[in-house]
């Protein structure tokens, strides 16, 4: 039985406060999966394959650098280098999975947790819908146990038309038995851009639950992608100043 992953089901803010007041909310769910769980989740879910085609997929070249590599073995090492010990340490991965084999992941967020369940380190992935994808680490420099992770990383990738690459994440992570809260709030030049939120309420993760869920929202990577291009054409019809992407290659 799978004790540590979820399904998590709620919604996501966007509000942009530069340039233009501009603000909406819409319908989400996601897989918390605990990375030590993976190989229970096609066992107790026939429609749920790790690594194999199905209705819903969870696939290890979605993430990271796009290996075959277990991605339990890909944190565990990645947190050795930043100086931790994660032997122990238990790693939920919030993340859409393959719907019907198409995915888009604007965000994916790794939580480490150390041996006393304090969260000590975030990984955040973000992908474009350039086919970029840049991972961000969000350091706890504090061992004890806080109500709210806080921590700052510097972008370094272009996802938005109207935000230059050149800003701040600032991350927020809330974790509690039945809700867990993530925000980041994008800076350029100390003037807020961005805040966006997840509230998701946890819901257990079995045949039933994602079943009904499927029914509910079934194409939820299409319409994530499909609303995407939908509020960036409405906010470039407000005459919002337009940045034009370079591909990665071209900058070098």
Sequence with gaps: MMKNSHLLVGAIRHKRSRFINYDFTHGAWYLAVDLDELDKLQS??????????????????????????????????????????????????????????????????????????????VIAEVNNTH???????????????????????????????????????????????????????EWEQDQMTLFANMRLTKTKLNYRTLTKRLLHDPFITFKTLILIGWHVWRIKQRGVTWTKHHPRDSEN
């Design 44 to 121: 107790q879910l026939w429609f749920l394959s790790v690594n194999h085609k199905n209705v819903l997929e969870f696939r290890t070249t979605d993430h990271l650098d796009g290996s075959n590599n277990p991605l339990n073995c890909s944190i565990r090492n990645k947190l050795k280098n930043l100086g931790f010990n994660p032997s122990d340490w238990q790693i939920i991965l919030v993340t859409y999975p393959r719907v019907l084999g198409f995915i888009f992941n604007p965000v994916s967020f790794y939580l480490c947790y150390d041996v006393n369940k304090t969260l000590r380190h």
């Design 131 to 185: 086919g970029e994808r840049e991972i961000y680490d969000f350091i706890n420099t504090s061992s004890e146990s806080q109500a709210v992770f806080k921590a700052s990383a510097t972008k370094r990738m272009y996802v938005s038309p109207f935000i230059r690459p050149e800003a701040r994440y600032d991350l927020k992570v809330s974790n509690t038995d039945d809700l867990i809260q993530i925000s980041i709030s």
